[in-house]
C-alpha cells in the first residue's frame, strides 16, 4: 500500500512537471532565450539524469550487500552478485554524472539564461521527487522495523542513506539559484505542493487507522454488546495494525 501510493507521487509529479515544461517551452521563442541550445541542453540533462540513478542504484546494491552482511548472518549468501552489480554501476554511473554535470555547471556560470531553463527546474525537482518518495518508503519500513512490525531491512537503510545526499544536494542547488522566474516557480510549487498531499493523506489513513481501532475495543464497553468479528487477531489496540498505523 505505501509503495503504491509513493509510485504514484511519483508518476503525478512526473507528468505534471513535464506538462508545464512542454507548455513554457511552446511559449518561448528560440530568439528569446539565448545559451546552449535545446538539443545540447536536453543531451546534458537526460544523460546526467539517467547516469545519476545508476550512480545511485550502485550504491544502493553495495551499502544494502555490507549492512546484509554485517546484521543478516543467518541470510547471507555466498552469492557477491550484488556487490558486482553496484560495482559495475557505480564505475559507469557516477563518472558520467559528474562530467555532465561538470559541463551543465560550467555553462550555467557562464551563461546565467540556462538558470531560468524550464529543463534545468525539471530535471532538478524531478530526481527530488525520486528522492524524496524513496526516503518516505524506506521511513516506513524502517519505522515498521522500529516497532516490530517488519524484519530489519539492510535495503531501508541504505535507501535513506543514498537518497538524503542525492535529495539535500539538489535542494541545496535549486535554493542557490537566483534567478527564478514566475514561469519556473510552477514546477517548484508543483513539487512542495504534491509532496504536502501525500504526507497529509498518510498522516490522514493513519488517524482514521488509529482511531478505528480504538473505536472497536471501546464498542463493546460502551453499549454493553459483543461484536462477533473485530477483524483478525492483530487488529487489537496493541496489534500490527495499530503499530502500522503510526509510521
Given amino acids: 500500500m505505501n509503495y503504491i501510493l509513493l509510485t504514484t507521487f511519483l508518476i503525478v509529479l512526473t507528468t505534471l512537471v513535464y506538462a508545464i515544461f512542454v507548455r513554457n517551452q511552446r511559449g518561448l521563442n528560440s530568439d528569446s532565450q539565448p545559451g546552449i541550445g535545446l538539443a545540447r541542453r536536453s543531451y546534458l ?5 539517467l547516469s545519476l540513478l545508476m550512480a545511485s542504484v550502485g550504491g544502493l546494491f553495495i551499502i544494502t550487500f555490507l549492512l546484509v552482511g554485517l ?6 549468501t555466498s ?4 556487490l558486482a552489480i553496484g560495482t559495475s554501476l557505480i564505475i559507469i554511473g557516477l563518472p558520467l554524472w559528474v562530467i555532465h554535470w561538470f559541463l551543465i555547471s560550467r555553462h550555467v556560470k557562464k ?21 524524496i518518495s524513496s526516503l518516505m518508503a524506506s521511513g516506513l519500513k524502517i519505522l515498521e522495523w522500529i516497532f516490530r512490525i517488519e524484519d530489519f531491512s539492510g535495503y531501508a537503510w541504505s535507501s535513506i542513506l543514498i537518497w538524503s545526499i542525492v535529495w539535500i544536494y539538489h535542494w541545496r542547488t535549486s535554493e542557490q539559484e537566483a534567478a527564478l522566474t514566475l514561469e519556473k516557480l510552477d514546477i517548484r510549487h508543483l ?16 488517524l482514521f487507522q488509529i482511531l478505528r481501532l480504538i473505536m472497536l475495543e471501546l464498542y463493546d464497553p460502551l453499549l454493553g454488546t459483543q461484536v462477533m468479528l473485530k477483524g483478525p487477531l492483530n487488529a487489537g489496540i496493541l ?9
Fill in 239 to 247: 496489534g500490527s495494525q495499530m503499530k502500522s498505523a503510526f509510521p
Fill in 111 to 131: 551563461l546565467p539564461v540556462e538558470r531560468k531553463s524550464s529543463l534545468r527546474k525539471t530535471y532538478l525537482y524531478v530526481v527530488m521527487g525520486i528522492a
Fill in 45 to 49: 540533462y537526460a544523460l546526467s539524469f
Fill in 191 to 206: 513539487y512542495v505542493y504534491i509532496t504536502s498531499f501525500v504526507t497529509l493523506f498518510m498522516i490522514f489513513v493513519g
Fill in 71 to 76: 546484521f543478516e548472518a543467518s541470510q547471507l
Fill in 79 to 82: 552469492s557477491n552478485t550484488p
